[in-house]
C-alpha cells in the first residue's frame, strides 16, 4: 500500500508542478496519452495562474508540422486569459483543415483543466 502512495506522488508530480511565480503546469503526456490527432498523441502543457489559463504550449507530438503551426497560431492564443472554473468546460474554435489536430488538443486541455481543479 505504502509502495502504491509512493508511487500515485510521483506520477502527479509528472503531470502537474508549481512554479515558483506560483503558476500551474499541467503535462498531460501521461494524462491524455490516449487522446490521438491524426497521427498520435498530442500532448500539451497548460499554465494556470489565479485560475485563468496563462498559455498553452504543444509539447512534441508526430503531427504534421504545418497543422502543428497552424493550431498553435490560430487556436492556441484563443485560451489565454480564460477563467477556469471548476467543471465548466472552455469553448475554442478549432482550426480548419486541421480538425484532428485541433480536436485532440482541446481533449488535452480539457483533462489538464480537470486535473488542475482536483489536485491544485
Known sequence: ??????FTAVQADDVMRKEKDGTYVVNTTTL?????GYI????VE???KKNKVVKVVMLKSQETPKYNARVKKEMLPSYEN???AKGKTIEVDGV????????AVKEN???ALEYYWKHK
Do not use: E, H, W
Open 1 to 6: 500500500m505504502l509502495l502504491m502512495a509512493s
Open 32 to 36: 491524455a496519452q490516449d487522446v490521438d
Open 40 to 43: 498520435g498523441p498530442t500532448p
Open 46 to 48: 497548460v499554465y494556470i
Open 82 to 84: 480564460q477563467k477556469v
Open 96 to 103: 480548419t483543415g486541421a480538425t484532428f489536430t485541433s480536436n
Open 109 to 111: 486541455v480539457k483533462r
